[in-house]
């Protein structure tokens, strides 16, 4: 009898995750999955478009309906309301139409891949004056404001709200004598990586340069993650390039017209205060008793798996091991859980299933002008490999990842990412 696998969320995790469940265990998995849009959002490329004076909303989106019905999988649009795990039931409220009525969907196995919130409802002053770019609607407000005048060139301040982790990785050691550490800041690639471009958009449009943007972090350093020898050389060349930066600044506490105010009490002047939030988990996921973690992510083992119920299975950013919160750590998990359930259906031995969460930050960023910055790094983890290159050859490995991306309905070959190993490290 076919398995009843119920995936929750429809973006970069659950996407990837259904599809290496259906390529493992093909017929004997019934899987459907479920979302609020019927389309996924391409997050990483955002920062770029807006730059460009492109509207992401264009370029960026990926109907999964159409890809989930390929791959003869289901989808159905609705909002997630509960998970009970012990009756093994997902309620949900279609919502195609207001004023439907809640459903129950029963399954064998569930996988959680539902994101966070991104609280920028908890930012004073961020309504009225904060932009970002992790989204398609304020990508676009910031896009307006720098192409059609409305920014006059005043200073700008790129930063992050603390991140409040949970408990729910506490203990685990993907690398031997590694942990998955606590972090300040849930992702600071993206900082990262729309400062430098901003400063190229400056010199571009003749009305600066770097020295008109600080680049501020509520941690001791900026992408702790990426491992202080990528870091300190980023910082380098950011300083070089006239960048201001300010650490330790432990959270934002309010966006007025013209300033920042942080925790630590600095006030920096700004017109444009670019901001990314703390990520929250969903009130859903929250409410699920022995799977939430502290913060409410999704507690699981390095394989993927909730250690109470052991047919929960969790994916990308509400699980709790994801951190940072990156898309491509999302990716190496759905690879486990298509794995997991492969062994449980009797479909791949124990050796090449049980192959445990070797996080990677891997981040490839557009800096402007045709150039970007490569990273990958184990280092925080307790691993040995920290790697940055920054040049035409990461810029070109961004866009062309993004176009495998659609060209493959999302199953970017395993080879893609070794030629894009070989090119960025190698050339
Ligand atoms: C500007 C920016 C640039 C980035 N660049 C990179 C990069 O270069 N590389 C990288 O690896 N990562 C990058 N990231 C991080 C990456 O975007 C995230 O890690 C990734 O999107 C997480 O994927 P996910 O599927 O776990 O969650 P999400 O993308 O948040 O998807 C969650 C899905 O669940 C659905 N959902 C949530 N709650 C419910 C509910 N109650 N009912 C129904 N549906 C629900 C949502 O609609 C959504 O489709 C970047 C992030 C930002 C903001």
């Excluded at 013209?258 to 703390?278: H, M, Q, R, T």
């Excluded at 709790?320 to 759905?334: C, D, F, R, S, W």
Aim: aromatic share 8%.
């Amino acid at each position: 009898m076919q398995k009843k696998v119920v995936v929750l969320g429809g973006n970069f995790a659950g996407l990837g995750a259904a599809q290496k469940i259906k390529e493992y265990s093909k017929d004997d998995v019934a899987i459907t999955v479920i979302d609020r849009k019927s389309y996924l959002l391409y997050v990483p490329n955002i920062p770029a478009e807006v730059l460009e004076n492109r509207n992401p909303e264009l370029s960026l989106t990926m109907d999964i309906r159409k890809v989930l019905h390929k791959e003869h999988m289901d989808f159905i649009q609705a909002e997630i309301t509960q998970v009970d795990p012990v009756k093994q039931t997902v309620t949900i409220t279609p919502n195609e139409r207001p004023g439907a009525e809640p459903q129950i969907i029963d399954y064998d196995y569930l996988v959680i891949a539902v994101g966070a919130k991104l609280a920028y409802d908890h930012i004073e002053g961020f309504a009225e004056y904060g932009d970002t770019v992790s989204d398609f609607y304020h990508g676009n407000k910031l896009r307006k404001k720098l192409h059609d005048g409305t920014y006059k060139g005043g200073p700008i301040v790129v930063t992050s709200a603390r991140f409040h982790q949970g408990d729910g990785a506490d203990g685990l050691a993907p690398y031997p004598g590694g942990s998955i550490p606590q972090a300040m800041a849930a992702c600071e690639g993206p900082p990262v990586e729309i400062s430098l471009g901003l400063a190229d958009w400056l010199v571009r449009h003749k009305m600066g340069d770097a020295s008109k943007i600080s680049l501020v972090t509520p941690g001791k350093m900026i992408a702790e993650d990426a491992g202080e020898k990528v870091v300190t050389e980023l910082l380098n060349t950011a300083a070089k390039m006239g960048f201001k930066y300010h650490n330790n600044v432990e959270d934002v506490v309010k966006l007025t017209k013209d300033s920042i105010i942080f925790a630590n009490g600095l006030e920096l002047p700004a017109e444009l205060k670019i901001v990314f939030p703390d990520w929250v988990a969903h009130d859903f996921v929250k409410n699920i008793e022995h799977v939430a973690d502290s913060k409410g992510f999704v507690i699981t083992d390095l394989l993927m798996r909730n250690p109470t119920y052991k047919n929960i299975f969790a994916a990308g950013d509400c699980a709790a091991v994801t951190m940072p919160k990156l898309g491509a750590i999302g990716h190496q998990e759905g690879e486990i859980i298509g794995r997991q359930i492969a062994l449980d259906l009797g479909h791949m031995s124990a050796d090449k299933a049980n192959e445990p969460l070797k996080p990677v930050v891997f981040c490839i960023g557009d800096i402007g002008s045709g150039k970007g910055f490569y990273i990958r790094s184990d280092s925080w983890f307790g691993g040995d490999t920290q790697v940055l290159k920054m040049g035409r050859i990461p810029y070109m490995l961004k866009m062309q990842y993004k176009d495998i991306f659609f060209n493959t309905d999302g199953k970017v070959p395993v080879w893609g990412e070794e030629v894009a190993r070989i090119l960025a490290e190698d050339f």
